[in-house]
């Protein structure tokens, strides 16, 4: 059974970092693309970022290009995503999510979510 | 990149077919067959319900169902069941290579 567990979730004052993780079970993780996605409360869904199943290609939403980092240790069946200069409306529940093996972009397993609060 | 368009609303009664539009550029679904939709309940994570516009994962309800047409992409829930009062979401791939939502739909069986 895949599964995604996603934590480092919690309560940060604006222009202050986090690293979200997403461990990974139930399938061979170096051979998937991963993904992050948002959801602020009460609002849809964005993406975020995606990184490749080597790693070597690296996508990001332009919300996030430059403050937001996103890697992946395949040893550890981990998913990263570093967040720098956090701002209030980076405020959601961060979900991690599996990009179905060749394709574009379709998700096709998701965690249940960390949640992430910007405030002071 | 903007979000896709989708009506902040859908509604209908057991048994009907309801259709929910996503309406895109032609740098997004206009330009590529990528379209998938994912199925929200209130407190849980997406599902994915179509994918490549209009393929079905294993084990989703054949009363699902997928198309497109130009710029705009369109789902198509037939014989409505109480257990399909979701949040409705498409995306799509860019040609940015990043993956684009639309804003939701929310579907009300009545």
């Known amino acids: 059974e895949v599964q995604l567990l996603e934590s480092g979730g919690g309560l940060v004052q604006p222009g202050g970092s986090l690293r979200l993780s997403c461990a990974a079970s139930?399938?061979?993780?170096?051979?998937?693309?991963m993904s992050w996605v948002r959801q602020a409360p009460g609002k849809g869904l964005e993406w975020v970022s995606a990184i490749s199943a080597s790693g070597v290609n690296i996508y990001y939403a332009d919300s996030v290009k430059g403050r937001f980092t996103i890697s992946r240790d395949n040893s550890k069946n981990t998913l990263y995503m570093q967040m720098n200069s956090l701002r209030a409306e980076d405020t959601a529940l961060y979900y991690c999510?599996?990009?179905?093996?060749?394709?574009?972009?379709?998700?096709?397993?998701w965690g249940q979510g960390t949640l992430v609060t910007v405030s002071s | 990149q903007s979000a896709l368009t989708q009506p902040a609303s859908v509604s209908g009664s057991p048994g009907q077919s309801i259709t929910i539009s996503c309406t895109g550029t032609?740098?997004?679904?206009?330009?590529?067959?990528?379209v998938s939709w994912y199925q929200q309940h209130p407190g849980k994570a997406p599902k994915l319900m179509i994918y490549d516009v209009s393929k079905r994962p294993s084990g989703v309800s054949n009363r699902f169902s997928g198309s497109k047409s130009g710029n705009t992409a369109s789902l198509t829930i037939s014989g409505l069941q109480a257990e399909d009062e979701a949040d409705y979401y498409c995306t799509s791939y860019t040609s940015s290579s990043t993956l684009v939502f639309g804003g939701g739909t929310k579907l009300t069986v009545l």
């Open positions: 139930g399938f061979t993780v170096n051979s998937y693309a």
């Open positions: 999510a599996r990009v179905q093996s060749g394709s574009y972009y379709v998700l096709d397993s």
């Open positions: 032609s740098s997004d679904v206009g330009g590529y067959n990528y």
